[in-house]
Nanobody, 124 residues
Framework: QVQLVESGGGLVQAGGSLRLSCAAS????????MGWFRQAPGKEREFVAT????????YYVESVKGRFTISRDLAKNTVYLQTNSLKPEDTAVYYC?????????????????WGQGTQVTVSS
């Protein structure tokens, strides 16, 4: 079955950086669009970034544009989220998601597969 395993979260000071990774298995990774979402305590899970199957199309939520970069390595079946200039409001559990389509989408209901999440905590 499809498995998505995130890693790379942690505790970082404001202004710092983290690179989140999501390793996929059990799927034709090159055919799947992938996304990152996050959920802060007491809040809904929200869209962060997405990338098409080819890697040619990416979308970001406005609050992370210019600070976060999504990318994928087809040889490693892995999608990354490089997070720079982190702010306390970026604190959340970050989830990787995969959809059975090559087209990137920003709505969580469009994703069939989810990882277990990785915690990112940004201190002020």
């Amino acid at each position: 079955q499809v498995q998505l395993v995130e890693s790379g979260g942690g505790l970082v000071q404001a202004g710092g950086s983290l690179r989140l990774s999501c390793a996929a298995s059990g799927c034709t990774f090159s055919s799947y669009a992938m996304g990152w979402f996050r959920q802060a305590p007491g809040k809904e899970r929200e869209f962060v970034a997405t990338i098409s199957a080819s890697g040619g199309t990416t979308y970001y939520v406005e609050s992370v544009k210019g600070r976060f970069t999504i990318s994928r390595d087809l040889a490693k079946n892995t999608v990354y989220l490089q997070t720079n200039s982190l702010k306390p409001e970026d604190t959340a559990v970050y989830y990787c998601a995969g959809r059975v389509s090559p087209i990137a989408r920003v709505t969580k209901d469009d994703y069939a597969y989810w990882g277990q999440g990785t915690q990112v905590t940004v201190s002020s």
